[in-house]
């Protein structure tokens, strides 16, 4: 409800505490500067006002007690403030006709503080609302997935996003944590592993080779507000025990200091691979997976719900489409982008938007127009599949099916790697991942790159 203060003279305080008010919504102001509008005034103070009243006692003088009187007989609800220059003048009103008295300094402390307030939880939910504008989609995965980011805001545990690369997991990360000021990303795929634990928690000067100055962590830069992990399957076992440490004891230990240094850090974690068969493989710590499922948030592919598809489409020619060019998906275009199977999720859409605003007039865009790549894994290597699912049939247990999948798997980086004629960087391109994630996972496998290129 409305808060209503009533001015009657033109003070320099009465103007501070107009202007502070004003800036808050659903505000009322009466203003009464002479002796004759103490009627209306009364008239006004015997209908119901609102929740919180500020009043003036300097303002009426000796019809203090009179108008207090009747505006609390007719609001026994509300608030009511009073203020005064010198409040000890007015001991002699009775305290039951108002909650509390206070000063003109600390009425001015009082009200800068919540206009304050108000003014974060103001700015939060415009966070909120623009952050969740991204979440576009009408499918019931889509539906669970917003209401689940919107409970996951309101907690502080550990949130780990799981779901195929081009979903959208740091859109979802940077939605839970928008009541943050402070929100800092690591890529744990794109931090050499000797370096991992000076990143994520600093050094001290002298620590090591090279270290010639003090330096803070992503960590500790983080503090007071969220770190988001992304690729977080990426990271080394030594790295996952210190990471175990900081999420149970809220502290960080730089490389060569002798003290712990406390944080409070809100943890995203994010991850594209099966954390449960990186555990069984030995390549993930299952304790530390425990202590970031907390809050598990799983992502299903575009494929799964291709419901979305025109409402992303649609998403993505606004948010490119140059300013007064109009553009619309024809009946055909959008048949077109529903039949195709999304290996790259939204990513890949996104681009195939994108691309085709760059190369078409505004207008209808029509299913010619849409250049959309060939799915490498439903065609190229459709007839490997088909022999790799053959051969698993003929595995007579679990261990035995795991090694031929790291095989074929090994098989089929090594094939791409070399239709890029030995360019890494190029095949990382065409798997759509991250060029270090891919050598991390050549070495995972026991494959030099030396003896994979051409």
Same mark, same amino acid.
């Given at each position: 409800?409305?808060?209503?203060?009533?001015?009657?003279?033109?003070?320099?305080?009465?103007?501070?505490?107009?202007?502070?008010?004003?800036?808050?919504?659903?505000?009322?102001?009466?203003?009464?500067?002479?002796?004759?509008?103490?009627?209306?005034?009364?008239?006004?103070?015997?209908?119901?006002?609102?929740?919180?009243?500020?009043?003036?006692?300097?303002?009426?003088?000796?019809?203090?007690?009179?108008?207090?009187?009747?505006?609390?007989?007719?609001?026994?609800?509300?608030?009511?403030?009073?203020?005064?220059?010198?409040?000890?003048?007015?001991?002699?009103?009775?305290?039951?006709?108002?909650?509390?008295?206070?000063?003109?300094?600390?009425?001015?402390?009082?009200?800068?503080?919540?206009?304050?307030?108000?003014?974060?939880?103001?700015?939060?939910?415009?966070?909120?609302?623009?952050?969740?504008?991204?979440?576009?989609?009408?499918?019931?995965?889509?539906?669970?997935?917003?209401?689940?980011?919107?409970?996951?805001?309101?907690?502080?545990?550990?949130?780990?996003?799981?779901?195929?690369?081009?979903?959208?997991?740091?859109?979802?990360?940077?939605?839970?944590?928008?009541?943050?000021?402070?929100?800092?990303?690591?890529?744990?795929?794109?931090?050499?592993?000797?370096?991992?634990?000076?990143?994520?928690?600093?050094?001290?000067?002298?620590?090591?080779?090279?270290?010639?100055?003090?330096?803070?962590?992503?960590?500790?830069?983080?503090?007071?507000?969220?770190?988001?992990?992304?690729?977080?399957?990426?990271?080394?076992?030594?790295?996952?025990?210190?990471?175990?440490?900081?999420?149970?004891?809220?502290?960080?230990?730089?490389?060569?200091?002798?003290?712990?240094?406390?944080?409070?850090?809100?943890?995203?974690?994010?991850?594209?691979?099966?954390?449960?068969?990186?555990?069984?493989?030995?390549?993930?710590?299952?304790?530390?997976?425990?202590?970031?499922?907390?809050?598990?948030?799983?992502?299903?592919?575009?494929?799964?719900?291709?419901?979305?598809?025109?409402?992303?489409?649609?998403?993505? %020619?606004?948010?490119?489409?140059?300013?007064?060019? $109009?553009?619309? @998906?024809?009946? #055909?275009? +959008? =048949?077109?982008?529903? &039949?195709?199977?999304?290996?790259?999720?939204?990513?890949?859409?996104?681009?195939? %938007?994108?691309?085709?605003?760059?190369?078409?007039? $505004?207008?209808? @865009?029509?299913? #010619?127009? +849409? =250049?959309?790549?060939? &799915?490498?894994?439903?065609?190229?290597?459709?007839?490997?599949?088909?022999?790799?699912?053959?051969?698993?049939?003929?595995?007579?247990?679990?261990?035995?099916?795991?090694?031929?999948? +790291?095989?074929?798997?090994?098989?089929?980086?090594?094939?791409?790697?070399?239709?890029?004629?030995?360019?890494?960087?190029?095949?990382?391109?065409?798997?759509?991942?991250?060029?270090?994630?891919?050598?991390?996972? +050549?070495?995972?496998?026991?494959?030099?790159?030396?003896?994979?290129?051409?």
């Amino acid at each position: 409800m409305p808060s209503i203060d009533f001015f009657t003279k033109e003070t320099s305080t009465s103007s501070f505490i107009l202007d502070v008010l004003s800036s808050v919504d659903n505000t009322v102001d009466v203003h009464s500067p002479t002796s004759d509008k103490a009627p209306a005034i009364a008239e006004v103070l015997r209908t119901p006002l609102a929740a919180i009243v500020i009043w003036d006692l300097d303002s009426f003088a000796s019809k203090n007690e009179d108008f207090l009187s009747s505006l609390r007989e007719h609001n026994p609800d509300s608030m009511i403030l009073t203020y005064a220059e010198f409040p000890d003048r007015y001991a002699s009103i009775s305290s039951k006709l108002y909650d509390t008295i206070l000063s003109v300094e600390a009425l001015r402390l009082h009200l800068m503080s919540k206009i304050a307030r108000l003014k974060e939880i103001h700015n939060a939910k415009r966070v909120f609302r623009e952050r969740m504008s991204h979440l576009v989609g009408k499918s019931e995965a889509m539906k669970r997935l917003r209401k689940n980011v919107e409970r996951a805001i309101l907690h502080t545990g550990p949130v780990l996003i799981q779901g195929e690369t081009g979903v959208g997991k740091d859109l979802i990360a940077r939605a839970i944590a928008c009541v943050y000021d402070k929100f800092v990303t690591v890529n744990c795929s794109a931090i050499p592993e000797a370096l991992f634990e000076s990143e994520l928690f600093g050094h001290t000067r002298g620590a090591f080779t090279g270290a010639q100055n003090e330096r803070i962590g992503l960590f500790e830069d983080a503090n007071g507000g969220a770190i988001f992990l992304d690729e977080i399957g990426d990271m080394p076992l030594h790295a996952q025990v210190k990471l175990l440490r900081v999420i149970q004891n809220h502290e960080i230990r730089p490389i060569g200091a002798n003290k712990t240094r406390h944080i409070n850090v809100r943890i995203i974690a994010a991850t594209n691979r099966d954390l449960r068969e990186e555990i069984l493989e030995k390549r993930f710590r299952e304790d530390l997976y425990y202590r970031l499922n907390v809050i598990p948030m799983q992502l299903s592919p575009l494929r799964d719900r291709k419901e979305d598809i025109e409402d992303l489409a649609n998403y993505f %020619i606004r948010q490119y489409a140059p300013a007064g060019e $109009p553009y619309s @998906l024809s009946p #055909e275009a +959008l =048949q077109k982008l529903q &039949d195709h199977n999304w290996p790259g999720n939204i990513r890949e859409l996104e681009n195939v %938007i994108q691309r085709a605003l760059c190369f078409t007039n $505004p207008g209808i @865009l029509r299913a #010619e127009e +849409l =250049q959309i790549d060939e &799915d490498l894994r439903t065609n190229k290597h459709h007839t490997n599949a088909d022999r790799a699912a053959i051969k698993a049939f003929s595995a007579s247990n679990y261990e035995e099916f795991r090694n031929m999948q +790291l095989d074929e798997e090994r098989e089929f980086l090594k094939s791409t790697i070399r239709n890029c004629d030995g360019s890494v960087s190029l095949a990382a391109e065409r798997l759509r991942m991250n060029r270090t994630a891919l050598y991390n996972r +050549l070495t995972r496998l026991g494959l030099s790159i030396k003896n994979v290129r051409p």
